[in-house]
């Protein structure tokens, strides 16, 4: 299980990523529009860098959704290795068959 304060920290980033996203992309399309003046651009990119730090997507960190595991993480399942191993020994993952011998 991983640290519960790195499980609300992410989900504080979600929160935050999903509060700025219109008006990042706004400032991001004015800051790529090359026929915009440059001081507007420019204008437009200081306004960028005061939003906070982890409202961008890119510091999204995928982890495991039952227990937080920040590696060793499948992104069609939304579980970890550990977790898929497991699920799949009670038969809860439809359509896989673990093998035992």
């Known amino acids: 299980m991983a640290k519960k304060s790195m499980v609300e920290r992410e989900k504080k980033r979600e929160k935050l990523v999903a509060r700025y996203a219109t008006k990042r992309a706004a400032l991001k399309e004015i800051i790529n529009d090359k026929d915009k003046p440059m001081e507007e651009r420019f204008r437009a990119s200081l306004k960028l860098a005061e939003l906070p730090r982890n409202s961008s997507a890119t510091r999204l960190h995928n982890r495991c959704q039952l227990?937080?595991?920040p590696h060793a993480y499948y992104?069609?399942?939304?579980?970890?290795?550990i977790m898929l191993r497991e699920?799949?020994?009670?038969?809860q993952i439809p359509g896989l068959v673990k093998s035992s011998w």
């Open 87 to 91: 699920l799949g020994s009670f038969g």
């Open 75 to 81: 992104r069609k399942l939304k579980v970890s290795r």
């Open 67 to 69: 227990t937080g595991r």
